[in-house]
């Protein structure tokens, strides 16, 4: 077992490793929850219709979700730092072209060739880090990483209306890309080691089956909101996932090693994220129109209600993730799960009298739960393989993350028709929209005890440097 060091100890090449995890952790969640608000402004300057304006931001999650395991593998086998620099410098590009984008289809595709550079990234940092410092001290180091999510998700509403304010929406995208380039420029002067696994080859026939399958999953559950063809994808998209399972079982270098799911700590740990993800991601969603389409709130004071979560989540992640490295993952986790539930039941009691003080208990109790689980279910995940395919762990992650979101998502929509069939949101009745509102936090509540079920079924992680 490697040696606790203290934080002193640590070298420089470990501390801009660090670095460079939290600041590129922070861009993307900065970018996402920064372009929300400047959803309007973009929607006038182009004339794009709610439908068209959701894909700016749908049409991210997609390709970068599509790309995430094809990039886990490519980090494994060529070099997570080169991957990583391909990402980031990739990612720079694209921003500044996204930011000169002359239409709103122009911006869309922009915007999923940014997901898939992007991939780049969310395969390699957090793989890149775990190999970088010993296994007792990984919790403290991606709690470090995860409190940076939390804090772009919180400045990305502040800073990005300030600068669609004043400089415009493209200024968002200038920002990213400046920061984009001084990560590169960081990476490259600090950073001498590269990490692999073994350089066995890529199934470049399986990646391409996969990407098809979870773009047309991820796609079709988004597209449920929006006609009847949605499920077709769906059921397409699950075609072409039995078929990538049932091609990577004889590749000879697969591109997803499916021996790795035998771990039940990494099998466990990943179901508990996508069911959390499931059950969670759109509760901001969901509280966003009930401050304002019930209780009369404007956008900016809804806003600032929801704060409380992110804020939570930053301020606990660091101790959450220092907590694992000296308690079981599986406990901190679960206990953060056992919170989302109280949480959701919360907000599942709301009513359109219901005191102010009970929106504020909820998001309390979910930003402490989201705090205790994140961290610590990422550290199960990435202490459950070996070396050699931590990009792969990271991909995984990442995947049960994203595909969750959707899900949560789909699960609104399909609340919603039922209960409002097809009438508009600002057309809706207030009292009709609190009960489809509350049917779907009842639902995540039951999601998420299935979920702790799942948590505590992983086995504990061994904190062997393997």
């Not at 940076?148 to 509403?157: E, I, Q, R």
């Not at 949605?230 to 499916?258: D, N, Q, S, Y």
Request: with cysteine; proline share 5%; aromatic share 8%.
């Amino acid at each position: 077992m490697a040696d606790a060091a203290p934080t002193r100890a640590w070298t420089r090449e470990q501390r801009t490793v660090l670095a460079v995890a939290c600041v590129s952790s922070f861009i993307t969640p900065f970018m996402g929850s920064a372009l929300n608000l400047a959803m309007p402004a973009i929607g006038r300057d182009f004339g794009l219709p709610a439908v068209a304006l959701n894909w700016v931001v749908g049409a991210y999650l997609v390709a970068a979700a599509a790309f995430l395991l094809p990039a886990g593998r490519l980090g494994d086998v060529l070099g997570r730092k080169r991957v990583f620099l391909w990402g980031m410098g990739g990612h720079a590009a694209v921003a500044m072209l996204a930011g000169l984008a002359s239409s709103g289809w122009a911006l869309i595709a922009w915007r999923a060739a940014q997901g898939a550079v992007a991939a780049l990234i969310f395969a390699t940092a957090p793989a890149i880090l775990t190999a970088a410092f010993p296994p007792t001290q990984r919790g403290r180091v991606l709690g470090l990483s995860t409190a940076s999510v939390y804090l772009g998700l919180s400045a990305g509403p502040v800073l990005g209306g300030l600068l669609t304010h004043h400089l415009g929406w493209r200024s968002i995208f200038v920002l990213v890309a400046a920061l984009s380039v001084g990560l590169v420029a960081a990476v490259l002067a600090a950073v001498p080691d590269e990490w692999r696994g073994d350089p066995v080859g890529l199934d470049l026939g399986g990646a391409g089956l996969y990407i098809l399958a979870v773009s047309a999953l991820i796609g079709g559950l988004s597209a449920l909101r929006e006609g009847a063809w949605g499920p077709w994808i769906v059921a397409a998209g699950a075609v072409l996932l039995v078929a990538f399972v049932w091609r990577e079982r004889v590749a000879r270098h697969p591109t997803l090693k499916l021996r790795l799911f035998a771990n039940p700590a990494f099998a466990f740990s990943n179901l508990a994220a996508l069911i959390h993800y499931s059950a969670t991601f759109a509760v901001s969603f969901l509280l966003s129109l009930y401050l304002q389409s019930v209780r009369g709130l404007d956008a900016r004071a809804a806003g600032l209600a929801l704060l409380a979560q992110p804020i939570l989540m930053a301020a606990l992640s660091p101790t959450a993730g220092r907590l694992s490295d000296r308690i079981e993952p599986r406990v901190v986790a679960s206990a953060g799960m056992a919170l989302s539930v109280a949480a959701l039941v919360t907000f599942a009691l709301l009513g359109p009298a219901s005191p102010a003080w009970l929106v504020g208990l909820g998001l309390v109790q979910l930003g402490v739960g989201f705090g205790l689980f994140s961290s610590p279910n990422t550290n199960a995940v990435l202490s459950a393989v070996p070396r050699a395919d931590l990009g792969l762990g990271a991909a995984a992650l990442g995947t049960a993350r994203m595909v969750g979101q959707a899900l949560s998502m789909a699960l609104v929509a399909l609340s919603f028709h039922g209960f409002l069939g097809h009438t508009s949101l600002a057309a809706a009745d207030a009292g009709v929209l609190v009960t489809a509102m509350r049917a779907a936090f009842w639902l995540f509540a039951g999601l998420c005890v299935a979920g702790i079920a799942a948590s505590l079924a992983r086995s504990p992680i061994d904190r062997r440097d393997t």
